[in-house]
């Protein structure tokens, strides 16, 4: 069954007459379909339905689509459902609109539209692991931009130049502290790198989240090693990340556990677990998750400018009764980085504090890592 709902999204192959993760989204939504916005938008969404003949358009709500905003008011997840649940994913072929979706991701604050609708618009939740879900679209018929985009003077060097690498672009704007969700915004709007395009926003938030994070693992190379053993932990939404750092060169490990009865899986457990060395090998089964993590420890590691060998478990309860994106991990990976440091001597008593905080020790004999390091001599 926990398969089946990944595959599912809402689409009803489950035989039950409707998904109830969507009709709670629906619960949410206006009454009375619009036929025409007149607002902010705060970003932009392209999908990837025939690639690279996408459409895409604005994202229409009078809030906005910055996670960390959503966290620093202390929304809950009821919260955050209501919010994209009245936002609406204007769509059409995306140059017919280009330089108005442009104009929306270079801004660093929400513009205001003027959108009008070919029909009112109409309630459309499926659901992607990686994006946060939008709960209206409408296609789009005439769309105006009121006003005009601020724009932090690095994201106008960078976007201007069209000889720099996308690659080279996103490590530009992180080094300047321009965080990722406006580089991703940056991204899928098709403002950076030498062949520019739009990019599918679930594409986009990977892409990003894989380039920062392996830019920052070649820093992190240069580092001496950690000089003891740490875990971390942190939850936001029912998602506890624990993670336990080993003192030597870059290793990463994640071991993701959906709990029976939570949203992707059904009344058996489901623990999916990938790993890497200096370098990734295609694309993670655990899918954008991943990377989201990676990135978050990589930000530590750099801060302390030091290495280590990473074990990242992320438990998911039922309280995260609807998949709100990657930024969730993110988030809660960057929350449990900034949490006090419990050190420990030994490896097995790292692991032993990150069951605890974990809720269970049956987690590891999904670790491919954990035997390897107890067999490996370190210099440490």
Known sequence: ????????????????????????????????????????????????????????????????DHPPDWLSRNLGIEDIVGIRARTIRGNATVHRFSDNLQEIALSSRP????????KPVSFAMTFDGTVAPVGLTGAVR???????????????????????????????????????????????AGLLGKRRKFVPTRWAITAVDDTLSTALKKEIARYPPLDEYRVFSGEIYGNRITCILVPGDWRYEMIEIWGRNTLWAGDDEVIVEDREGMKKIGYSPISGAYYSARLAVCEYLKSIRRSARVIVVRHISSEYWAP???????????????????????????????????GFSHWQPASTLIPELRTQRMLF
């Open 111 to 118: 513009l205001d539209v003027d959108v009008a609708f070919e």
């Open 142 to 188: 005439q769309m105006d931009v009121i006003g005009s985009a601020t724009v932090d003077r690095i994201v106008d060097k960078v976007t201007s130049d069209a000889d720099v690498r996308a690659t080279d672009a996103c490590i530009e704007l992180s080094h300047a502290e321009i965080d990722v969700y406006q580089i991703t915004k940056l991204m899928t």
């Open 324 to 358: 709100l994106g990657t930024w969730v991990i993110r988030e809660a990976t960057r929350r449990a980085m900034a949490s006090p440091t419990v050190s420990c001597t030994s490896l097995d008593e790292a692991v032993q504090q990150a069951s605890a905080r974990v």
């Open 1 to 64: 069954m926990g398969m089946q709902c990944i595959q599912c999204k809402g689409k009803g192959l489950c035989g039950l007459p409707r998904c109830p993760i969507v009709s709670r989204f629906q619960a949410q939504v206006p009454l009375k379909p619009a036929s025409s916005y007149q607002g902010s938008s705060p970003s932009v969404f392209i999908g990837s339905y025939g690639y690279p003949a996408v459409n895409g358009g604005p994202l229409l709500v009078n809030d906005n």
